[in-house]
Nanobody, 125 residues
Framework: QVQLVDAGGGLVQAGGSLTLSCAAP????????MGWFRQAPGKEREFVAA????????YYADSVKGRFTISRDNAKNTVYLQMNSLKPEDTAIYYC??????????????????WGQGTQVTVSS
């Protein structure tokens, strides 16, 4: 069973910052698109950000654009999500994911084959 290990969640005040990390096995990290999704209480899981292996292109949901930054360290097989200017509506469990989706379906959950266990982010007002 392939495991992605995500970490870094916590409790932060509105306007604060957190950095999430996700470590993947080498054979998964190479050539895979790495993404972050989140699920708030009572809501469906939604796309947050992704970075493709080729050219390292990055993509963001409109709700986080300009506040969150996704990056990958290929030497450490790790992807990061730097979250700034956090808002209470960012409160959710954040999941990292790995897959090889075409661009057209990159934001869709079924496009990803491997998932982390999730890390809780709570933003207080």
């Amino acid at each position: 069973q392939v495991q992605l290990v995500d970490a870094g969640g916590g409790l932060v005040q509105a306007g604060g910052s957190l950095t999430l990390s996700c470590a993947a096995p080498r054979h998964i990290f190479i050539g895979y698109t790495m993404g972050w999704f989140r699920q708030a209480p009572g809501k469906e899981r939604e796309f947050v950000a992704a970075t493709r292996w080729s050219a390292g292109n990055t993509y963001y949901a409109d709700s986080v654009k300009g506040r969150f930054t996704i990056s990958r360290d290929n030497a450490k097989n790790t992807v990061y999500l730097q979250m700034n200017s956090l808002k209470p509506e960012d409160t959710a469990i954040y999941y990292c994911a790995a897959g090889r989706p075409p661009y057209s379906v990159m934001t869709m959950i079924p496009s990803y084959n491997y998932w982390g266990q999730g890390t809780q982010v709570t933003v207080s007002s």
